[in-house]
Nanobody
Framework: QVQLRETGGGLVQAGGSRRLACVAS????????IGWFRQAPGKEREALAC????????YYPDYKQGRFTISKDSAKNTVYLQMDNLKPEDTAVYSC???????????????WGQGTQVTVSS
């Protein structure tokens, strides 16, 4: 059974950092690309980054601001999102998702985690 579980959310002060983890089970992240997304209250879901099965990171056009970094640890079957210099507008529920098909980042996500709340205080 494919499962994705996000951890690492919480309250952080503006200017601080946070690392989120997407722990995968039921499949290996060396076979599928994983993406990170966020959704703030009253706003549409925003795509942030994706990492391919071989570890190539890519960042979606609307979020090439350099403050977020995606990475993976195959031994832990986990994908990370390192967030630096956080701002209050980064407050959102952050979720990870797995591509539906084997391979690269195509934008076709078939499985989603429940999400983790990140709140940035000013």
């Amino acid at each position: 059974q494919v499962q994705l579980r996000e951890t690492g959310g919480g309250l952080v002060q503006a200017g601080g950092s946070r690392r989120l983890a997407c722990v995968a089970s039921g499949f290996t992240i060396d076979h599928y690309a994983i993406g990170w997304f966020r959704q703030a209250p009253g706003k549409e879901r925003e795509a942030l980054a994706c990492i391919s099965r071989v570890g190539e990171p890519s960042y979606y056009p609307d979020y090439k601001q350099g403050r977020f970094t995606i990475s993976k640890d195959s031994a832990k079957n986990t994908v990370y999102l390192q967030m630096d210099n956080l701002k209050p507008e980064d407050t959102a529920v952050y979720s990870c998702a797995r591509e539906a098909l084997w391979g690269s980042c195509t934008g076709d996500y078939g499985y989603w985690g429940q999400g983790t709340q990140v709140t940035v205080s000013s």
